[in-house]
């Protein structure tokens, strides 16, 4: 429906709920049972908690840099909610909405923003990737993964997520390439929020949408509105089935906004007004489809304050568990990739011992 009747040269967007909650393209709207609706409007609800809560904990000297997610969990959660859990994910750093509706612990995600690898060691039903720090070299994971799958005889659909700066990126170029040229079972979502930490997008690129860009390869590109979930649910729906089918891959734009900085070590209020982020609260994702449940009778404040309330409360006593126990032994660092230290890693390793020793740790 989207993908054969919209040309991405026409800079047309696909949008379904209008910024207070109201329903504006009926003929559009996905079938969603309320207890789905209850789920996403949950993840992104739990999404907000802790990012406010671990931005908490990292100005208080209490964890490392942390990647904020403030205003894209529609993008994450929509989409995230329209493929199978026995489909594949290869994230980039700020899909939170993803990890949690896929069903990652957040003791997980704890650990590894604390620095330990094994945050990243998700369990098998997950089919998470580990974050890959090179931007947009996840790509390239997905689509083999999807190459994978149809080696194996499988249907599985593997979805790689990016951001704007990542389409800069070679690695962005070629998996979109190899998996049109390969007719695999990618969808590629990039979450187009403005900015490449202080770069902004129309500064990156002179073409007129990132969906665009998929002309080049031949395939399907589409812009969606980021901050309206149905949207981005039927978009990727639609992209997932038509993957799952046969018919190759697509390239998703979510057009949304970066209401948080790049990471906690970024100063957002050096490269743009605050006047501008304000207008894109009013935007807010979360806020959009409160007011669509509120209206439809299945939410309402007293269940927001509950919900949150428990939340957080969760939150806080997974945080101090992590906080507890979450370090890892000296050991480990070097113990990690392979089954018996090396001469080189043994060498490191009795030089970093030494070294605690004269520092007393």
């Not at 999404?47 to 671990?54: A, W």
């Not at 979502?189 to 690129?205: D, M, W």
């Not at 080049?216 to 993957?243: C, H, L, S, W």
């Not at 949150?308 to 906080?323: D, H, Q």
Request: aromatic share 10%; proline share 4%; net charge negative.
């Amino acid at each position: 429906m989207f993908l054969e009747n919209l040309d991405p040269l026409k800079d047309e967007m696909i949008q379904i709920m209008d910024k207070d909650g109201n329903v504006v393209k009926p003929e559009w709207m996905p079938e969603l049972s309320d207890e789905e609706l209850i789920r996403m409007y949950k993840t992104m609800r739990f999404s907000r908690v802790i990012d406010e809560k671990t931005l908490q904990y990292q100005r208080q000297g209490r964890m490392l840099t942390y990647a904020p997610n403030l205003g894209q969990e529609a993008t994450q959660v929509g989409s995230a909610a329209a493929i199978r859990q026995t489909d594949w994910v290869a994230p980039s750093f700020r899909e939170l909405g993803v990890w949690l509706y896929k069903g990652a612990p957040l003791e997980k995600i704890f650990l590894y923003w604390f620095g330990n690898e094994q945050g990243m060691h998700m369990p098998d039903d997950v089919r998470i990737l580990p974050i890959s720090v090179p931007i947009a070299s996840q790509m390239q994971h997905a689509t083999g993964l999807a190459y994978a799958a149809r080696h194996r005889g499988l249907d599985d659909v593997a979805v790689a997520y990016v951001g704007d700066g990542g389409t800069s990126q070679g690695d962005f170029h070629e998996a979109l390439n190899f998996s049109a040229v390969a007719n695999l079972a990618n969808v590629f979502i990039v979450q187009n929020n403005q900015f490449a930490i202080s770069t902004r997008r129309k500064i990156q690129t002179k073409s007129g949408t990132i969906a665009q860009k998929a002309l080049a390869y031949g395939i399907p590109g589409i812009q969606v509105d980021g901050n309206d979930i149905f949207a981005m649910y039927a978009v990727t729906k639609e992209a997932v089935d038509r993957a799952r089918k046969g018919e190759g891959p697509t390239l998703i734009e979510a057009y949304t906004y970066r209401m948080g900085a790049h990471t906690t070590s970024d100063d957002p209020t050096v490269y743009r007004d605050n006047s501008e982020v304000e207008a894109w609260k009013d935007k807010d994702p979360i806020d959009r489809l409160r007011k669509y449940m509120i209206a439809k009778g299945i939410w309402d404040e007293a269940k927001e304050e509950e919900y949150s309330e428990e939340r957080g409360k969760f939150v806080k006593e997974t945080f101090e568990n992590v906080e507890k126990s979450g370090l890892t032994p000296l050991e480990d660092t070097f113990d990690y990739t392979y089954a018996e230290r090396t001469p080189i890693l043994e060498a490191q390793y009795q030089a970093k011992k030494a070294f605690y020793a004269k520092e007393g740790k």
